[in-house]
C-alpha cells in the first residue's frame, strides 16, 4: 500500500455492535479515487467496503473488532459443516453480476426484519439497499441459491487479489435450520479454492458479539493484530 495514502478519522458516534459503547472508523483520502486494485491492498490491512467507501474500525480505547480472514490452505472442513453441506446439496447456486433486482430486494427486506429489529439497518429503502450493497468500483458477484425455482439466499461477494470477501448474506429468515449463511461461506471457499486463492475475508469479528460467533466456528482463522496477520485460536 502506498505511503503517500493519508487516512482521515470520523467522529465517535455509538456502536452497532457493543451497547454503550462509542466508535470511530479511518477512511481513506476521499480525494484519491478507490479502484479495486487498491481495495484489495486496503483489505489486506484491515479494511473493509461500505457501497463505494473504505473503512477501518479505530477506536482510542476499545480493539473489540478485530478483522478476520479464513487461510485457504490450511482450511479444514468440520463435520458440523460438512453436515451443513448435505443438507443444502439439493440447493442450486447461480453467479450474477453485482445490480438490483427487486427478488433480492424483497427477500433481504424479510432478512433485516426478522434478524436486525431496532439495529440500525431496519426500514431499508431501494436506494439504501444500492449504497450498502454495491459498489461503483468494487469487483462484485451476487451468488444466489436457490430451491428449485424459490431464491432462498444471497452472497455478496467481492472479488480482491488474494482471494474473495465475504462481503454480506441475507437468506430467507424461515430456514434458520438448514444454516444457510454457513452454507454460503463454505459455497464461498469453494469458489475462491477453484481459483487457488489464498483467502476469504469475513470482515470484522468481536469475541464478546454473539451474532459474530459463527465466524469463528471455521478452522484456519487468521487476526490481523498489531499490523499484521496471525492465528486465532478457535
Known sequence: MSNTLKFYQDSPHDCSYLTGKQAQNIYPDPN????????????????????????RPHCPNCHACVPVRINLKQFKISRS???????NQHLTTSFHPAEFKLEHYELYCRYLLARHINGGM???TEQSYRNFLIGEWSDTTFIEFRDHSQLVAVAVTDSVDDGL????TFFDP??????????????????????NL?????????????KMNYKN??????????????????
Open 32 to 55: 484519491v479515487m478507490m479502484t479495486n486494485a487498491l481495495y484489495s491492498q486496503l483489505i489486506q490491512h484491515g479494511f473493509r467496503r461500505s457501497g463505494n467507501h473504505a473503512y
Open 81 to 87: 459443516q460438512r453436515r451443513c453441506l448435505q443438507r
Open 122 to 124: 431496519d426500514n431499508p
Open 165 to 168: 470477501s465475504a462481503f454480506y
Open 174 to 195: 424461515q430456514l434458520t435450520r438448514q444454516s444457510l449463511g454457513t452454507y454460503a461461506i463454505l459455497q464461498q471457499i469453494a469458489k475462491a479454492k477453484t481459483q
Open 198 to 210: 489464498s483467502s476469504l475475508y469475513l470482515g470484522y469479528w468481536i469475541e464478546n458479539c454473539k
Open 217 to 234: 466456528s471455521f478452522s484456519a482463522l487468521e487476526g490481523y493484530i498489531e499490523q499484521q496477520w496471525k492465528p486465532l485460536k478457535a
